[in-house]
């Protein structure tokens, strides 16, 4: 999760009397929609949504000596006792853990050594995985909440579950101060407290070819959204694309995975868990989603 330095609001009329305030966090732009709001309101409220981001991507954000992933990486192999908040989002992991039996592991961005998805064709060698693979296993890790041990060598990454829990952190701080239609939309991941007057909130998902084009248009009336995929987070060698998406097991890309996958949920933290355990599933993924009973739709 990166850590944003740009923390200005800027303020837009959208079409059908809607404000937007807009911002960046996470390395995304983010953005507040709200209807039948006032100009003032609008950026009081932009600036608790704005605040929120912040404060969870600083707390998490693995670039940032200040914050917890840095605390417990600077204790390894001693241990540490993780706040509340923390223990949360670390028992979220072991549950994704569990559940894709080993392919959402949160102790796999260590693989980045390794692999720099900036559209290139610099694939590793077998070699430089390898040598990454012991430091890799949500299993090795020692967590009985509140006290977590990571073992010298590992690290833990809260970037593939951060974006998607600051929208809901965001939502559950608004949804208090506010009766209106609103949406939050953190970088694509969003959520909607309800209809606005005119209808359904009109969503367009990004087609998976870089181009930045929407290829599908959804009507979303409340719920989450969330999008994972490798339109910006790739390789390409010989022919042969390589997604972000990797397998924990293995360290190399998902082999047949689809290019991108949208999940719609009641929270935008499920969402963003069932998109991306779609993606492990590789060419199964659909089969997957169906087995959630997860409204999904897949590029």
């Known amino acids: 999760m990166h ?7 800027l303020l837009e009329e959208r079409s ?59 204790n390894r192999g001693t241990g540490i006792t993780v706040d509340e908040e923390t223990a949360g989002l670390l028992d979220f992991a072991r549950q994704c853990y569990e ?12 693989l980045r050594r390794a692999w720099t998805f900036d559209g290139s064709d610099r694939v590793p060698s077998a070699e430089a995985v390898q040598r990454l693979l012991p430091h890799v296993g949500f299993d090795k890790v020692t967590w009985r909440r509140p006290h977590l041990t990571l073992p010298v060598g590992m690290e833990i990454d809260f970037g593939g ?54 290829g599908l248009l959804l009507e979303l009336e409340r719920g989450a959204l969330a ?24 360290g190399w890309p998902i ?5 991108s996958v949208t999940v719609v949920a009641s929270t935008c933290t499920e969402a963003g868990m069932l998109a991306t355990l779609a993606l492990l599933q590789g060419p199964k993924a659909e089969e997957f989603l169906k087995a959630q009973e997860a409204g999904y739709w897949i590029f």
């Open 255 to 259: 082999p047949d995975a689809p290019r």
């Open 161 to 214: 579950i951060g974006k998607e829990y600051a929208v809901d952190r965001a939502y559950e701080i608004l949804s208090l101060q506010l009766a209106t239609p609103f949406l939050i939309n953190f970088g694509g991941d969003l959520r909607a407290n309800q209809p606005t007057a005119r209808g359904a909130w009109q969503i367009g998902i990004e087609q998976p070819d870089g181009a930045g084009r929407a």
């Open 227 to 250: 999008t994972s995929g490798d339109a910006h987070r790739f390789l390409l060698k010989d022919g042969i694309r390589y997604g972000h998406i990797l397998n924990p097991r293995t």
């Open 16 to 74: 059908g009397g809607v404000l937007a305030v807009r911002f960046q966090a996470m390395a995304s732009p983010c953005e507040l929609l709200l209807c039948a709001a006032e100009r003032a309101e609008a950026m009081t409220l932009g600036h608790a949504v704005a605040e929120e981001a912040w404060r969870v991507e600083q707390k998490f954000s693995r670039y940032r000596d200040d914050s917890i992933v840095s605390s417990i990486h600077r």
């Open 99 to 110: 559940l894709s039996e080993g392919l959402f592991d949160i102790t796999s961005g260590i």
């Open 3 to 9: 850590a944003s330095t740009d923390h200005s609001l």
